[in-house]
């Protein structure tokens, strides 16, 4: 087992973990589940990605294919039609970190030389030559647990042992990139909530999030808006916000230390609340 990771090694600057960070996303798809078609446009892309920046986060996630269940493949030229003028565009204005959502080599490659500044890989950079790719670009990585492929991924999945399947997956994964010269501090693992996971496997994961604290990496939460939490409050997808709230800062509190959210001003005011509540109790104490 490594030692808990206090910081994620990026190529501009290293990432200090000690508190957790605000991931916001901004889709560039015509078809993701909240808010597809909304950020098409390259000027309204970086204008909804400095405005998550202003609200807080330090962290901004550029996708260029919907991962929803049932989506449907994107060419490797669409998604880099889509991603690659944003983030070209937005480099210029933001010192915040730049995350790629992708799993296509090519993209990945590509958007290295334009700045990026992580690659957030859904499919844990199981793609032919993505593991290659980021190898060689040296850029951190986020490899995420996924049971099938979007478009199947939420026909009756079953698990025996859901932590130990997702423990045992990641640790596999984050191998095989060290074996191929991307160093531990440069790895970040995300459970994949929602991805091949029922309501029921949903909340477990929640509840013991905290023990795949034991494979050394930093963790990443992705909830916002997703389904389990409809199944929770019964709203729709753009009333999920207090529940993404919620959710997100109970994985904070699970140790996860960068939450992957639509929605960054609400989430930010809750976890300064927390932070002040514990940096209370560290006074006191």
Same mark, same amino acid.
């Given at each position: 087992?490594?030692?808990?990771?206090?910081?994620?090694?990026?190529?501009?600057?290293?990432?200090?973990?000690?508190?957790?960070?605000?991931? @916001?996303?901004?889709?560039?798809?015509?078809?993701?589940?909240?808010?597809?078609?909304?950020?098409?446009?390259?000027?309204?892309?970086?204008?909804?990605?400095?405005?998550?920046?202003?609200?807080?986060?330090?962290?901004?996630?550029?996708?260029?294919?919907?991962?929803?269940?049932?989506?449907?493949?994107?060419?490797?030229?669409?998604?880099?039609?889509?991603?690659?003028?944003?983030?070209?565009?937005?480099?210029?204005?933001?010192?915040?970190?730049?995350?790629?959502?992708?799993?296509?080599?090519?993209?990945?490659?590509?958007?290295?030389?334009?700045?990026?500044?992580?690659?957030?890989?859904?499919?844990?950079?199981?793609?032919?030559?993505?593991?290659?790719?980021?190898?060689?670009? @040296?850029?951190?990585?986020?490899?995420?647990?996924?049971?099938?492929?979007?478009?199947?991924?939420?026909?009756?999945?079953?698990?025996?042992?859901?932590?130990?399947?997702?423990?045992?997956?990641?640790?596999?994964?984050?191998?095989?990139?060290?074996?191929?010269?991307?160093?531990?501090?440069?790895?970040?693992?995300?459970?994949?909530?929602?991805?091949?996971?029922?309501?029921?496997?949903?909340?477990?994961?929640?509840?013991?999030?905290?023990?795949?604290?034991?494979?050394?990496?930093?963790?990443?939460?992705?909830?916002?808006?997703?389904?389990?939490?409809?199944?929770?409050?019964?709203?729709?997808?753009?009333?999920?916000?207090?529940?993404?709230?919620?959710?997100?800062?109970?994985?904070?509190?699970?140790?996860?230390?960068?939450?992957?959210?639509?929605?960054?001003?609400?989430?930010?005011?809750?976890?300064?609340?927390?932070?002040?509540?514990?940096?209370?109790?560290?006074?006191?104490?």
């Amino acid at each position: 087992m490594l030692t808990e990771a206090k910081e994620l090694q990026g190529i501009r600057c290293n990432l200090q973990l000690k508190r957790p960070h605000i991931m @916001g996303i901004v889709n560039l798809t015509p078809d993701s589940f909240s808010d597809g078609g909304c950020f098409q446009e390259t000027d309204k892309a970086v204008a909804q990605a400095l405005k998550l920046e202003q609200e807080g986060a330090t962290l901004l996630d550029l996708g260029g294919e919907s991962t929803r269940p049932g989506a449907a493949p994107v060419s490797t030229q669409e998604e880099m039609d889509r991603v690659l003028p944003v983030l070209e565009a937005l480099r210029r204005q933001t010192s915040a970190w730049i995350s790629i959502d992708t799993s296509t080599p090519q993209l990945m490659t590509e958007a290295a030389k334009l700045g990026a500044d992580l690659i957030n890989d859904v499919r844990a950079l199981q793609r032919p030559g993505a593991v290659e790719a980021v190898a060689a670009a @040296g850029l951190p990585v986020c490899l995420m647990h996924m049971q099938g492929e979007p478009g199947s991924m939420q026909k009756q999945p079953v698990y025996t042992d859901l932590l130990g399947s997702i423990s045992s997956f990641l640790q596999d994964r984050a191998r095989v990139c060290r074996e191929a010269g991307i160093e531990a501090e440069k790895i970040l693992l995300d459970p994949g909530f929602g991805f091949g996971k029922t309501l029921k496997h949903n909340l477990l994961l929640l509840k013991q999030l905290d023990q795949l604290l034991d494979l050394g990496y930093p963790l990443l939460a992705g909830m916002s808006r997703k389904r389990m939490l409809g199944e929770i409050t019964g709203r729709e997808v753009d009333q999920r916000e207090a529940a993404s709230i919620a959710a997100h800062l109970l994985a904070a509190q699970k140790g996860a230390r960068i939450l992957r959210v639509h929605d960054v001003a609400g989430l930010k005011d809750a976890l300064d609340v927390w932070q002040a509540s514990l940096n209370e109790e560290q006074e006191a104490g």
